[in-house]
């Protein structure tokens, strides 16, 4: 370490880990890889794992009112009403639509904040809740 950086206040001394715009192009690029995987079905959801044979029913685990698929798991399961209500409250109707959730550019980040809430797909995705004060569009 140089003198100078000696002479800094200790939390500026380490190296800046990435630009914010370049943590911001990876945070996205990283969003968008995990809607398409729940846009192909691709998913830890009971249907998913009884078709590759890892379960023996497709029956949702949280409520067992139904096969826990993609659209059981975003628009109907009663478990995640509250987290629905949340996070999808911004998107209206379209919040309602399977889609609409999982094709359009603005429900993306509603989408993944839904998911992360839920804890569902913790284990397998970790946290992927948006950073809260990150915007769209105002890379500069
Ligand atoms: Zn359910």
């Avoid at 029913?57 to 659209?71: F, L, M, R, Y």
């Amino acid at each position: 370490m140089s003198s100078l950086a000696t002479q800094l206040p200790k939390p500026l001394r380490k190296p800046l880990p990435l630009s914010a715009t370049r943590a911001r192009q990876n945070f996205k690029a990283e969003l968008d890889r995990r809607a398409r995987k729940l846009r192909t079905g691709h998913i830890p959801l009971q249907t998913y794992f009884e078709r590759i044979g890892k379960a023996l029913s497709s029956t949702c685990p949280t409520c067992g009112d139904a096969a826990e698929t993609v659209a059981h798991y975003l628009l109907t399961c009663p478990t995640y009403s509250l987290h629905r209500a949340v996070h999808f409250r911004t998107l209206g109707f379209s919040g309602r639509n399977l889609k609409t959730l999982l094709n359009s550019k603005d429900a993306l980040r509603p989408l993944l904040n839904f998911v992360n809430a839920t804890g569902r797909f913790r284990q397998v995705f970790g946290n992927v809740e948006a950073p809260p004060d990150s915007d769209e569009d105002d890379d500069s």
